[in-house]
């Protein structure tokens, strides 16, 4: 692909007191692209992710579209285009459904689309959230919280879209559910960095992969070259 890739992270680093969680570590997303981040418990998956939007501190550059955001905060690396959805989901539980996903358009206020559109649009990947669309999202079950999380981001219109852990803790059938969406929304030229610990489902829908193990890339391949959980385990152990 020509042109500047969409992210291009180079050699970002984290400590954490004297625990150096992230070594020097790089990784590119181009447009369009659906790239996973994969590793054990422990890898420095979401410190990774967390560096690369100065939600922790780190060295390193990070560039944006060719543009060199790294001195940027986080809340204006939000407003370029970066979107996260973090672990956990962070949902406002008394608010609506409607409150929480409208609070997402903040993030950018200025799209071409409007509110209604906006919310529109994940209505139609997630009916279910218009069927709850008054609902407080605490009384919501876990995989409608996710799709809440996810919708929220999506009401921010992203240029990328990043994900941390986005099936933990959901049935199969909600986790594949969510996937596939994912799956959805790149197919449509979203470019999108996810990190999971089901690699069957990541791969799924991965062009790219990056195996993160004990703070660095152990490895960068095609999603087609994993065929097994024994091919991942060998990077897992370097």
Do not use: C, W
């Amino acid at each position: 692909m020509s042109g500047a890739p969409l992210l291009e992270v180079r050699d970002i680093s984290a400590h954490y007191g004297r625990v150096h969680a992230l070594k020097p570590t790089s990784l590119v997303v181009r447009e369009g692209e659906l790239v996973t981040i994969l590793g054990p418990n422990g890898a420095g998956k979401t410190t990774l992710l967390r560096a690369m939007l100065k939600l922790t501190s780190a060295t390193g550059q990070v560039f944006f579209k060719g543009r060199d955001i790294s001195a940027l905060p986080t809340h204006a690396r939000a407003e370029a285009g970066i979107i996260m959805v973090q672990e956990g989901r962070g949902l406002f539980p008394q608010m609506s459904v409607r409150e929480n996903l409208t609070l997402g358009a903040f993030a950018r206020p200025a799209g071409e689309r409007s509110m209604e559109e906006r919310l529109d649009a994940v209505f139609a990947l997630f009916p279910r959230l218009k069927e709850r669309i008054t609902q407080v999202a605490g009384s919501l079950s876990g995989g409608e919280q996710q799709m809440v999380a996810v919708g929220r981001a999506l009401m921010a219109e992203p240029k990328l879209l990043i994900l941390d852990e986005p099936s933990l803790g959901l049935a199969p059938r909600v986790a594949t559910e969510i996937i596939e969406t994912l799956g959805k929304l790149n197919a449509q030229g979203l470019g999108i960095l996810l990190v999971e610990q089901k690699a069957p489902l990541a791969l799924r829908l991965a062009q790219r992969v990056y195996v993160l193990s004990l703070g660095r890339i152990a490895a960068e391949l095609p999603a087609s070259d994993i065929k097994s959980h024994h091919d991942l385990a060998q990077y897992y152990l370097h």
